[in-house]
């Protein structure tokens, strides 16, 4: 076993966007402290998400094995069992961290709903995704549950504006879930996802009108989707694969457009570098 086997298995590339959600909502929730829960929270999240993606190569080892034989469970490099280990013991580590970081503040109850919840839907993803139609729904919700346990943490209770960015931000991972569904197709041949991208833009939009800042952002994030789009409609080798690694790395780009509509121009910019990271480990780690 190497560092890079563990590298590839958690698809690390993909945790700035983590990050980025993180901040995104605290600054939705009225919320910006630099403080040990900020740090806990950072932690326990990105340990949420590198378990979903341990346990998502366990469960989805058979199907590897004929899809993707690079994988390292299929390629021999992780056994199976060892990798299911892990993903638990990671997931059993992030709730434990959330629920600290919410009895720092005096919300402990509401952080372990959050970090109940959180794992359950990981679980449940990972477990029957494929050949679900729901599975990129319940994909939306675990991603959209990473704003609200921010919330429960710091508030112990979800303001309308967290709400309405959750609402977004699933938006969004449904349609990019669907899109990814069909990476090991060798054209692109559903387009109705899509629309799912468009509302989170639509969204997006109205929230940006207010903040010039914010209406830039929005703008690039559109252009960086529809770059995307152009690759799904050109189909050549490997461009499904590569629409989605991009549309991936775009979670951030849409993070900075929601900071910078409430006037956190700071952790928006915070969100583009997250975006810039991302994309520049994609280079060497695969996001799917």
């Known amino acids: 076993m190497r560092i890079t086997d563990l590298l590839h298995l958690g698809r ?29 929270l950072l932690i326990s999240l990105s340990l949420f998400y590198l378990a979903g993606m341990a346990l998502n190569d366990a469960f989805d080892a058979d199907y590897d094995a004929i899809h993707r034989p690079e994988r390292p469970i299929p390629s021999g490099r992780l056994l199976r069992r060892w990798v299911f280990g892990l993903g638990f013991g990671l997931l059993a580590a992030a709730m434990l961290l959330l629920f600290i970081a919410g009895q720092i503040g005096g919300m402990g109850v509401p952080s372990l709903v959050a970090g109940n919840a959180l794992a359950a839907s990981i679980v449940f993803y990972d477990w029957r995704h494929k050949g679900c139609w729901y599975s990129p729904i319940v994909m939306g919700a675990t991603r959209s549950l990473v704003y609200l346990s921010v919330g429960l943490v710091y508030l112990g209770e979800m303001p309308p504006l967290l709400l309405f960015g959750a609402l977004a931000l699933m ?7 669907y899109v990814a569904g069909q990476e090991n197709l060798a054209q692109f041949s559903q387009a109705w996802p899509l629309a799912f991208l468009l509302a989170a833009s639509l969204y997006l939009g109205r929230v940006a009108l207010d903040q010039p800042w914010a209406l830039w952002i929005w703008l690039a994030w559109n252009g960086w989707m529809l770059s995307a789009l ?24 849409l993070d900075a457009v929601l900071l910078a509509g409430v006037g956190e121009l700071g952790f928006a910019l915070v969100a583009l570098g997250c975006f810039g990271v991302s994309l520049v480990l994609q280079r060497e780690i695969s996001a799917t």
């Open 12 to 40: 690390v590339s993909n945790l700035p966007t983590v990050w980025s959600n993180v901040l995104a909502a605290l600054g939705l929730s009225g919320v910006a402290p630099l403080d040990v829960r900020l740090s806990l």
């Open 171 to 177: 938006s969004y991972i449904v349609g990019l879930t």
């Open 230 to 253: 152009y690759l799904l409609v050109r189909s050549r080798t490997g461009d499904i694969g590569r629409a989605v690694s991009r549309l991936i790395a775009g979670v951030a780009l």
